[in-house]
């Protein structure tokens, strides 16, 4: 078991706010000592640019900057040249629709994706087939919501190009049978984009097992700064996309009507780059990972289990979610819309989200207008599970009384 009373001295906030319950991990995590101590490092002590500059300042900047995509390939067991940094999963998504997608997608190509997709992972696409001509196809879910293999097999065809699909939805916290999808996928030729978001955070991801082509995630929500993601690509197909952005650090020629790139990674990095952000993750990944990701995944799920026992008991609470197989958790009170829930939480020092979650598609086929989630992680306690379950009785039994 994690000895989460010392992992908790870790997180400032948490110390400023003891009486704070933090469930909203899913939208963004607290961020420990060490990595503000990294960012906070590498503004006091170097500070320059890295790449561009002939003196010893900067050449430590360029180390440190590239030392962290390295513990990011390490930590998703990808190769040095397969990470490009970007400002979060959004950008890294869209960066593959628009530069990939872009430039192979015909009339008559497929692209299939889910609805159990946040917008940063399907828009891109519907995007890309709007401007190609492309056909989008969504994975039927089945009666509880889920992304099934049979379901996905049944909209496969040897048009589909690319699956553009969610390792674990932020809605529902459900896991896909990811590796019979890329699997499958394979067969026909497809490349699968896979949005990592909620994933990487949470569990042990390894690129080259899942045999993912692109994969997408964002430091802020694995106690890494805002401001930084990371796209994985495989070097094959990075080697063979154009930039989608142009500028200062990614060029290699540039003439009066031509130019040529540098090689992927940097082609796709654009302008000076997020350097105190990419420090300031691998940080986070080195923090993560002395703490496990099994030993992680395993606790966030023993508390949302408690947690959803609790809310069993709770009359007219609506679980939309009972077996997701990660700490997240999808409600609503009968009668009651989830931001006015909202209050009552917050009212009680205790976080939670509301609404729509910007995955508009599952909820409207859950046929609601939001629901409350709460989304836990390895600082969370028993105690934050209380005092979460005390909250979802007052707003039950306030506007219950209504
Ligand atoms: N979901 C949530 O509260 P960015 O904003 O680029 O860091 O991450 C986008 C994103 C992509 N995919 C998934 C599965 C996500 O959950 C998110 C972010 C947050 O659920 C904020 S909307």
Not at 48 to 61: C, D, F, M, P
Not at 136 to 164: C, D, M, W
């Amino acid at each position: 078991m994690l000895n989460v009373a010392k992992l908790r001295k870790d997180f400032p906030v948490l110390e400023e706010n003891p009486k704070l319950a933090y469930l909203d991990n899913a939208a963004s995590t607290l961020k420990p000592k060490c990595v503000i101590d990294a960012v906070d490092s590498y503004y006091a002590k170097l500070g320059v640019n890295v790449h561009r500059g002939v003196y010893k300042l900067s050449y430590l900047a360029t180390d440190a900057y590239e030392e962290a995509r390295s513990k990011v390939a390490d930590f998703i067991h990808a190769d040095f040249e397969e990470i490009v940094f970007t400002r979060g999963a959004s950008s890294a998504l869209n960066l593959v629709a628009s530069s990939y997608g872009l430039s192979n997608l015909k009339p008559g190509d497929e692209v299939i994706t889910t609805e159990l997709e946040h917008h940063s992972s399907c828009m891109p696409w519907l995007n890309a087939c709007n401007q190609t001509g492309a056909t989008l196809k969504y994975v039927p879910l089945n009666k509880e919501g889920r992304i099934t293999v049979e379901a996905f097999q049944s909209i496969l065809t040897k048009h589909t190009k690319v699956v553009a699909i969610t390792y674990v939805s932020n809605v529902m916290g459900y896991i896909t049978p990811i590796e019979e999808i890329i699997s499958l996928a394979h067969q026909v030729g497809a490349v699968v984009v896979l949005d990592a978001a909620q994933a990487v955070p949470h569990m042990a991801v390894d690129v080259k097992k899942l045999d993912c082509d692109f994969l997408a995630f964002s430091g802020h929500k694995l106690c890494g700064p805002t401001g930084i993601g990371v796209l994985y690509g495989k070097k094959k197909l990075l080697e063979k996309m154009n930039p989608i952005e142009f500028g200062g650090d990614m060029a290699d020629d540039v003439n009066l009507n031509s130019m040529t790139f540098k090689d992927a990674p940097y082609r796709f990095e654009t302008g000076t780059p997020i350097i105190a952000g990419a420090i300031g993750l691998g940080k986070a990944i080195e923090y993560v990972s002395s703490i496990g990701l099994d030993e992680i995944a395993k606790y966030e799920y023993f508390l949302k289990q408690k947690a959803v026992e609790e809310l069993k008991k709770i009359p007219n609470v609506i679980l939309y979610n009972e077996s997701a197989e990660t700490g997240i958790i999808a409600f609503n009170i009968e009668g009651v819309h989830p931001h006015d829930a909202a209050s009552v939480f917050d009212n009680n020092d205790v976080c939670i989200r509301a609404g729509h979650h910007c995955a508009q598609l599952i909820i409207k086929w859950l046929k609601t207008v939001g629901t409350v989630r709460a989304s836990f992680y390895f600082y969370n306690t028993l105690e934050d599970v209380d005092k979460f379950v005390q909250s979802v009785k007052e707003a039950q039994e306030f506007f219950g009384s209504l």
